[in-house]
């Protein structure tokens, strides 16, 4: 049995992925010899409701100078975060006397949009290397982990917040409770922690179990968000679903009492609760579904190596590091994966020790079919390879169930 990292409650596991590698340690071969693996299982919490990882590497471990993850490589992502930014601009009025903090801001993609409209913002980013792409932005960045004493040492040269703001960050931090007493500490009594995340209704309904990763310690709904908000006097005031990462929520919180509560947060906790999120039974069908994938996809990459068939995949992905250590493919079954990250190139996969080439030399290999880790951004990237995809080539896709198309 494990306590929850919430609540301290004992629970037990609903899935066991096996010995997982660092998802996005796509290295080179001299560092393979020594490659660090971790079990990697996730449970249910029946208290607060809480979907997490039963271990989780040292923070470290992930999240370093040599981060493989820039944000600013997907055009969509672009866009998205322009939006987002607009929004919390318009929501919370703010102007040149405002302040914004981002936990998490990568290569400045969402900070940059304030910095255009002189509103005052500070990005907190551990990982060197990105955070020295916001800074030469002009953006001004603390490389360190966010927590209760690093809100103190801000507020010695800031003002409070009026936006907090994280995207596909809360999720990957064990320590949840400095981070909302830091959150608590930071902000402002009129002002909001925003941030949005894969979210656990999209990842049972698509059955897309490679959000589940290392660096993903959580997989939040909004009953456990409430959860923890409430644990620090904060409360749960909006939700808004996003179409990001596969499928996301982005929640709203503010100091308890002084926003009005959404209709919108009581109507996704009464849903939540109808499907049973608050419940160990849909856990369990979720991992048969698991299985089933794997069976599925198995069993199609062997056939089409028996025919002789060329067969690559597309997209270098974190998510792809559990699809391919949890389901054994390995360079035997997929000859290589094309990505555009240039960090990647002529790397190998974790674990599994696929090569990963850039992505220039995708049209030349001549591939039959293509296996998209990428899955979440399938619509873009369908399009912009549809005329070399043709009729003669195939897409292999995994989520909800394997397809050939």
């Known amino acids: 049995m494990k306590k929850c990292l919430i609540c301290s409650n004992e629970f037990k596991p609903f899935v066991d992925f096996g010995k997982m590698p660092i998802a996005n340690a796509f290295s080179n071969k001299s560092d393979l010899e020594n490659e660090y693996f971790f079990s990697m299982k996730v449970g249910f919490c029946e208290n607060c409701n809480m979907v997490q990882l039963l271990e989780q590497p040292d923070r470290e471990k992930m999240f370093h100078d040599s981060y493989a993850f820039f944000s600013s490589t997907s055009n969509y992502m672009i866009k998205h975060f322009s939006k987002f930014a607009s929004e919390v601009i318009s929501l919370q009025n703010l102007g040149k006397n405002s302040f914004v903090v981002e936990i998490g801001s990568n290569d400045g993609i969402m900070l940059q949009n304030f910095q255009v409209d002189n509103i005052p913002c500070l990005g907190i980013e551990p990982s060197t290397n990105v955070a020295n792409v916001a800074k030469d932005k002009g953006i001004e960045v603390m490389t360190e982990f966010f927590d209760k004493n690093l809100a103190n040492k801000i507020l010695k040269n800031h003002k409070k917040a009026d936006a907090i703001l994280s995207a596909n960050v809360m999720c990957h931090i064990p320590y949840m409770h400095s981070i909302y007493e830091g959150v608590k500490t930071l902000l402002d009594e009129s002002g909001v922690f925003i941030f949005e995340d894969p979210y656990l209704g999209e990842i049972i309904e698509k059955t897309s179990f490679d959000q ?3 660096e993903h310690v959580f997989l939040f709904s909004a009953l456990s968000i409430s959860f923890v908000a409430n644990m620090h006097d904060l409360e749960l005031v909006d939700v808004g679903p996003q179409i990001t990462h596969g499928g996301s929520m982005r929640y709203t919180i503010a100091h308890k009492g002084v926003k009005k509560v959404s209709q919108n947060v009581v109507n996704l906790i009464n849903k939540e609760k109808i499907i049973g999120f608050d419940k160990s039974e849909i856990y369990s069908d979720f991992t048969n579904d698991v299985n089933k994938i794997k069976l599925d996809l198995i ?3 062997k056939k089409l190596k028996k025919d002789g068939k060329k067969v690559v995949a597309y997209g270098a992905t974190s998510k792809s590091t559990t699809v391919t250590n949890y389901f054994g493919i390995n360079p035997e079954l997929i000859e290589c994966i094309y990505d555009t990250t240039p960090i990647k190139h002529n790397t190998y996969s974790p674990g599994t020790h696929i ?21 979440n951004h399938a619509d873009e990237i369908m399009q912009k390879e549809k005329e070399f995809m043709g009729s003669s080539r195939h897409w292999i896709t995994y989520i909800p169930e394997v397809m050939v198309s």
Do not use: E, H, K, M
């Open 299 to 301: 069993r199609l990459l």
């Open 212 to 214: 589940i990763y290392d």
């Open 355 to 375: 090569p990963v080439l850039p992505y220039d030399q995708f049209r030349d290999s001549n591939p039959d079919y293509v296996l998209l880790f990428a899955w």
